[in-house]
């Protein structure tokens, strides 16, 4: 018979080669990635609650004068942009403007600070490809 040893090839073996038993060490976590992230999607949430409130200021006023105030009773509401921004209310005891200037600035800046951020994440994505 032939008395050389056999050549082994690790290659072409799977669980001879210098990496057997040995698992891939995971990637160290980003936090500066991770923080940017919660900051925009926390500045993102706190802006969209700030729009949604004021909105809902906007809606709870016009529902109010569909549903009467006090004597004048029920009306029609609509919102004015005169001297002040307010929601005028139409009813049959006369005209009455509930001032809105408060909600119309938070739906302006805040709607400002939205797009704002949409423009700003889509200019960094279209930079980093």
């Known amino acids: 018979m032939n008395d050389e040893p056999l050549e082994i ?4 073996h799977p669980g001879t080669g210098p990496h057997t038993g040995t698992s891939r060490p995971r990637p160290r976590l980003d936090r500066r ?3 940017r992230v919660i900051a925009v999607v926390w500045a993102v949430a706190m802006l969209l609650a700030a729009v949604i409130g004021a909105m ?3 809606a709870e006023a016009a529902r109010a004068c569909s549903r009467g105030l006090g004597a004048a009773g029920a009306g029609w509401a ?3 942009f005169r001297s002040s921004i307010s929601v005028t209310c139409h009813a049959r005891g006369g005209t009455f403007d ?3 200037n ?3 600035a938070v739906v302006l800046f ?3 600070g939205l797009v704002g951020l949409a423009v700003a994440g889509l ?3 279209i930079a980093g490809d």
């Open 9 to 12: 090839n690790s290659d072409n």
């Open 123 to 125: 200019v960094l994505r």
């Open 56 to 58: 809902l200021n906007f």
């Open 110 to 112: 805040g709607g400002l």
């Open 78 to 80: 609509e919102v004015t």
């Open 33 to 35: 990635r991770l923080f």
């Open 102 to 104: 408060g909600a119309a």
């Open 98 to 100: 509930i001032p809105m």
